[in-house]
């Protein structure tokens, strides 16, 4: 008999209570601290357990590097994490609760807390990982299909051999599962076109959505759209299709609708009686010849060495396995299963949710270094968003990664990595706003080019521009000033400028009306109302984002433009009479004038040089007097703006510290803004100046704190 699911929830639960008095007590749910790091010696400094001394005594930073908060992985963090560990392709923390934001990020410490439903969202990831990763299949792949007519909906009505959703609604059925695995759903439907995107459906398990597909088939040619999914457990699951964007034009004919014809359920995949390859990856050792104890203490003292992201002592494992498998014998379990619960838990534990950092001495606030595991940690989450590979292990275990110049090639050496496109979505997509396109809405009556792909193609033209500067060392002067830009044929039609000779994102000019970053669709349409061009928004994301000098916060109760019909003139002329109001004025006259300057771009990034039957005046005067007119003079002051530099180094580096900056931090910041200078203001050269910084390689105690 298998241990049933309640007495191992108990026991895991269990674990996860301790989450609390762990991250406390800084030794987590197992209760032994980590394993002390060798010695290392770095020029004629000695680190030791993390205290820097020499014959002088402890170092003496040149700046502050202030506490650091126990910080733990945010949805992407984790998704990368436990995709680098056990080669996984689900993501299981799109379900986790959204991350807080804090100093424009969503990997602040300060910011990410756990509440109930992580918890449990968090026990149910670890288990369906772990059995993915080590189950084997039991039963052999079957096929279930639901003809979507002999199906109940939510709206709409048999349609010959399918199913009609004619509004936004889904439709549905039932399949029971005979084993736990990962299985495929397939849905097949076509769409009746009206309005200026396709039908969107979307692909749900038990309510949950698995997958969003945009419909272009029509009933000549239906299409088979997939999704794949992993459960823990045999039983019925709910599976269904939804239609999402339903719309109605002023004609019959303008009706938009969504036919299905069946979903079809596969699985589970693979399940031909061979393990996965993961199984093999993990459990190294055959418990029957070498023992249960040792052949477990051997499987979990690599596991947790990867999951915990440092050495385990071995006392850890022990505590880990001989819990786990007394559990298991109660219940009449095998080692395959204390095995597989030793792991939930070492993914349950705070040393593997959180990026734990430890104080060797808590009641001495002096600075000191962190270990060379605990910089690994703080190197790979900067710049993948995820744990030390195996080469970042290797220098933190012989203790190399604390000197400098091997911290250095192993920052030049991920940069290099594919996995550095994770600074790329998760850095830039923050700072540049990439990441609000999903959830911005656009009014498609009054803008029909814009469109899902032309959003799709907004946000991979600013991901390949900021790579650029980023792979390419190229100096960050270009980046406001760039008379080029990366776009595919789509969007260099959108742009009206001449397409690229090859496929895919390509090196492309941009013509007399955009320079730069400013000019982008991207930042333009998600600085824009639904329906208008906001030079509000637009001038506040420019001051906020490029200079780090936000505006003061409006007063309160104060109205926004009127939107009735009546209403006349320009958004300018609208706007210039709402600043005149006494307490706006203070406000409007740092923001507005920048925004005017992007005028000639309207709310879905397209060029203009009227609005309706007003022309559009892009000139502007900031504070000090200066004049300009259109974007591209307003981007070339941005840039010369020495605010810009050091805004972007302090957009960095509160990035790579996950900590939201303060007065302590402005010799740190003036200092790596002047290197960065000298240096041509190149990003590499940023990021090595922050990873070689005091602040980013130094931590210290606050008394009765970690």
């Known amino acids: 008999m298998r241990p049933t699911r309640e007495p191992q929830r108990a026991v895991i639960l269990r674990g996860i209570f301790l989450?609390?008095?762990?991250?406390?007590?800084?030794?987590?749910?197992?209760?032994?601290?980590?394993?002390?790091?060798?010695?290392?010696?770095?020029?004629?400094?000695?680190?030791?357990?993390?205290?820097?001394?020499?014959?002088?005594?402890?170092?003496?930073?040149?700046?502050?590097?202030?506490?650091?908060?126990?910080?733990?992985?945010?949805?992407?963090?984790?998704?990368?994490?436990?995709?680098?560990?056990?080669?996984?392709?689900?993501?299981?923390?799109?379900?986790?609760?959204?991350?807080?934001?804090?100093?424009?990020?969503?990997?602040?410490?300060?910011?990410?807390?756990?509440?109930?439903?992580?918890?449990?969202?968090?026990?149910?990831?670890?288990?369906?990982?772990?059995?993915e990763a080590l189950g084997v299949p039991t039963v052999a792949s079957q096929r279930w299909q639901l003809e979507a007519e002999s199906l109940m909906g939510s709206v709409g009505a048999v349609s010959g051999a399918a199913w009609l959703l004619w509004s936004n609604g889904e439709v549905g059925g039932m399949v029971t599962l005979p084993a736990p695995g990962r299985y495929r759903l397939t849905v097949s439907a076509w769409q009746s076109r009206a309005g200026t995107e396709d039908a969107r459906m979307g692909m749900e398990l038990d309510g949950t959505a698995l997958r969003t597909v945009m419909v272009p088939n029509l009933a000549a040619s239906p299409g088979e759209f997939t999704a794949e999914f992993t459960v823990t457990r045999a039983g019925p699951v709910t599976v269904s299709a939804t239609f999402e964007n339903d719309f109605v034009g002023g004609t019959p004919s303008a009706d938009r609708n969504l036919w299905v014809d069946f979903l079809r359920v596969e699985g589970p995949l693979g399940a031909t009686g061979t393990p996965p390859p993961s199984r093999a990856q993990w459990l190294t050792c055959d418990p029957v010849a070498m023992g249960e104890d040792a052949c477990a203490e051997q499987v979990l003292t690599r596991f947790g060495r990867r999951a915990w992201r440092r050495p385990l002592a071995q006392t850890e494992v022990r505590a880990v396995w001989s819990r786990f498998r007394a559990v298991t014998r109660m219940h009449a379990g095998t080692w395959d299963d204390a095995i597989k619960l030793s792991m939930r838990a070492m993914l349950l534990s705070p040393h593997f949710i959180y990026r734990v950092e430890i104080d060797s001495d808590r009641a001495n606030p002096a600075p000191h270094a962190v270990t060379a595991h605990e910089l690994a940690a703080r190197l790979s989450y900067f710049l993948w968003s995820s744990m030390p590979d195996a080469e970042l292990d290797r220098v933190a275990d012989d203790g190399t990664l604390l000197q400098p110049a091997v911290l250095t090639a192993q920052a030049q050496r991920m940069l290099a990595h594919a996995n550095a496109q994770a600074l790329v979505q998760n850095f830039a997509g923050q700072w540049l706003y990439t990441r609000r396109l999903d959830e911005h809405d656009v009014n498609a009556a009054l803008y029909p080019r814009y469109t899902a792909q032309i959003r799709d193609a907004m946000r991979q033209e600013t991901e390949a521009f900021f790579g650029h500067f980023l792979q390419n060392d190229v100096s960050m002067s270009e980046f406001l000033t760039a008379d080029y830009s990366f776009v595919d044929a789509r969007m260099a039609g959108y742009y009206g400028v001449t397409p690229p000779s090859g496929a895919g994102l390509q090196r492309t000019a941009l013509g007399a009306q955009r320079l730069g970053f400013l000019t982008q669709g991207t930042l333009l349409t998600v600085t824009s109302h639904a329906d208008r061009t906001s030079p509000v928004k637009r001038g506040q994301w420019v001051l906020q984002q490029l200079l780090c000098a936000p505006p003061p916060a409006p007063p309160p109760n104060v109205e926004g433009l009127p939107t009735e019909m009546m209403v006349m003139g320009s958004v300018r002329q609208r706007l210039e009479a709402h600043a005149t109001q006494p307490l706006c004025r203070s406000c409007h006259d740092l923001m507005d004038p920048i925004g005017f300057g992007l005028e000639n771009f309207d709310a879905v990034g397209l060029h203009r040089t009227m609005e309706g039957r007003y022309p559009i005046d892009a000139t502007g005067m900031l504070p000090d007097g200066t004049r300009f007119e259109g974007a591209q003079q307003l981007a070339r002051i941005v840039s010369q703006d020495p605010r810009f530099a050091r805004c972007v180094s302090q957009q960095m580096l509160t990035y790579a510290l996950g900590r939201g900056l303060n007065e302590n931090d402005d010799a740190q910041l003036a200092q790596l803004d002047g290197q960065w200078r000298s240096s041509g203001l190149r990003l590499r050269t940023l990021i090595t100046q922050i990873v070689l910084s005091d602040a980013f390689r130094l931590r210290r105690a606050e008394l009765g704190g970690m």
Do not use: K, M, W
């Not at 506490?67 to 799109?94: C, F, K, Q, S």
């Open 19 to 131: 989450l609390t008095a762990g991250i406390t007590a800084c030794t987590g749910a197992i209760g032994e601290p980590p394993i002390a790091s060798t010695p290392v010696a770095q020029n004629d400094v000695v680190v030791v357990d993390g205290v820097v001394t020499s014959e002088a005594g402890t170092v003496t930073p040149a700046v502050d590097p202030q506490r650091v908060t126990i910080h733990r992985l945010n949805r992407a963090e984790y998704n990368n994490t436990v995709r680098d560990l056990l080669g996984t392709r689900t993501r299981p923390a799109d379900e986790f609760p959204a991350d807080d934001r804090g100093y424009g990020f969503d990997n602040i410490a300060d910011v990410l807390s756990v509440s109930p439903l992580h918890i449990e969202q968090y026990d149910r990831a670890a288990e369906a990982l772990v059995e």
